[in-house]
């Protein structure tokens, strides 16, 4: 990060984190990252949501630009939109991991 940032670029970022902040939204995240591209039907199976729930997330998801969709008939596929997402998740599931190694080394 450079030295010096301005406010209105902090609260960018801030917005990021928190659109990452949601359980149910790194749900999905996780989800499109291993099975790829779903519609909505499959990422309503795979997390146990109501339609309406991951709707509303893929929605917010989609306005921070973190996923794309592509319209096929009647079905909407989502996937994600910028890889470095994923490279976050993964870096977060390595510091956590280590952690959690850690801590059971110690007990």
Not at 28 to 51: D, F, P, W
Not at 78 to 97: G, Q
Request: aromatic content about 6%.
């Amino acid at each position: 990060m450079p030295a010096k940032v301005s406010k209105a670029f902090i609260k960018m970022m801030a917005g990021r984190f928190a659109t990452l902040g949601d359980s149910t939204r790194l749900e999905i995240i996780h989800c499109l990252m291993k099975e790829g591209e779903q519609n909505v039907t499959r990422l309503v199976e795979a997390t146990g949501q109501s339609y309406q729930n991951i709707s509303k997330h893929l929605r917010h998801l989609r306005e921070a630009k973190i996923l794309a969709r592509r319209k096929e008939g009647l079905h909407v596929f989502y996937r994600l939109e910028d890889p470095l997402v994923e490279r976050l998740c993964e870096l977060v599931c390595e510091s956590l991991a280590t952690e959690f190694g850690k801590e059971r080394r110690q007990k």
